[in-house]
């Protein structure tokens, strides 16, 4: 009895997947491997990489008071140790919330609840630039998100989103990034959208940006009803992505094209 | 939050060495073409001019102009001539004004 409902299940499971041929771990890149040389020396020297603007910014909002509040570093000291790898464990379950929580939302959370501020408003430059400042002091660690039971029912819902295909292209996400990462697209490189870098500074943007901002962008690519910034569908997305991601190192805050 | 600037500029050369001097600002460099979302125009908000000293003598200038980008790069080299400070300024639009200063030892 107990046999035929795991095979039943292995059906149902394998009815809603079909065929996806996920890269293989020896073949993922970074979009950094795909990027130009000139483009990878700026990344590569602190003085060069504009995202490190923003992580400066995040350092003096780390540790500045908020009204009589604390700062962050009042609770969590200095973030060269208390903050490493947390940001490659990113999005996890919230057992408060019942839902996982990007690092953004993370980082609210503490504004409203520890710091009883208004939170951030989503890609914002204060946000924006604490995210970088924590991710930053994970520059190198394997990206690991949790892969529990209450973990991987949202990373399921982000993998049914990676493949579905949607918007007037009628493309999922999986067609570009699992079956056609080595071609090009309107003379860029469509590479395996691995979430390596982020918020990444986008020399299109001229600007840091979130995964949520570059979904979204791509959304809009195929023409698709776009979810607003911090949608559950969006943190679902950004989980799946970075647990297809797993092992890699993180480059935050990433230059990109 | 005041404009942000990183430099780098090696600690040490030797006298007579080409040096590579980058710098790096956050600005907006708004071009003054773009309308906002009532269809007004955002008013030009550029850094106009950058110029690097060593020790008081002009060794590199360039004028910016609406088609830089934000947050500006700017990569050049220059000659060790001898130990002291090497000062950069960007002054521009709404009496916008940085300046950054870091030593070198010139052996």
Excluded at chain 1, 207 to 236: D, F, I, K, M
Aim: net charge positive; hydrophobic share 40%.
């Amino acid at each position: 009895m107990r046999a035929w409902r795991i095979a039943a299940a292995l059906a149902i499971v394998g009815a809603a997947f079909p065929a996806i041929a996920e890269i293989p771990t020896a073949e993922r890149k970074s979009g950094y491997d795909f990027m130009s040389r000139e483009s990878r020396a700026m990344q590569d020297d602190d003085t060069a990489n504009a995202g490190m603007l923003w992580v400066l910014d995040g350092e003096t909002l780390w540790n500045r008071h908020v009204a009589a509040e604390k700062s962050c570093a009042d609770c969590h000291g200095d973030a060269r140790t208390s903050m490493k790898g947390v940001a490659a464990r990113y999005p996890a379950f919230s057992p408060a919330l019942g839902r996982p929580v990007n690092l953004e939302q993370r980082i609210n959370i503490c504004r409203t609840d520890r710091q009883q501020a208004k939170p951030f408003a989503y890609e914002s430059k204060d946000l924006l630039a604490l995210t970088a400042f924590v991710g930053r002091q994970s520059r190198g660690i394997p990206i690991a998100v949790a892969d529990d039971a209450q973990t991987r029912t949202f990373i399921d819902s982000g993998r049914e989103a990676f493949t579905r295909r949607q918007g007037q292209l009628n493309l999922s996400c999986a067609q570009c990034h699992d079956d056609n990462w080595s071609g090009r697209l309107a003379g860029n490189s469509v590479t395996q959208g691995q979430p390596t870098g982020y918020p990444i500074y986008r020399l299109e943007w001229q600007n840091l940006g979130s995964l949520q901002r570059r979904l979204r962008n791509c959304l809009t690519g195929v023409r698709a009803v776009v979810p607003a910034l911090g949608a559950q569908e969006l943190v679902e997305l950004e989980l799946f992505l970075m647990w297809r991601a797993r092992g890699m190192p993180l480059e935050t805050p990433g230059v990109r094209p | 939050m005041a404009a942000r600037a990183l430099i780098n500029v090696p600690p040490k050369a030797k006298r007579g060495e080409v040096i590579g001097i980058k710098s790096l600002i956050s600005h907006e460099m708004e071009t003054g073409f773009r309308p906002n979302a009532t269809g007004q125009l955002i008013p030009r908000n550029i850094i106009k001019e950058f110029v690097c000293t060593y020790n008081g003598v002009e060794v590199f200038r360039a004028e910016f102009f609406p088609s830089v980008s934000a947050n500006p790069f700017v990569s050049f080299t220059t000659l060790a001539t001898e130990s002291g400070t090497i000062t950069m300024t960007w002054s521009g639009d709404n009496g916008f004004f940085a300046t950054e200063s870091v030593a070198i030892t010139v052996e």
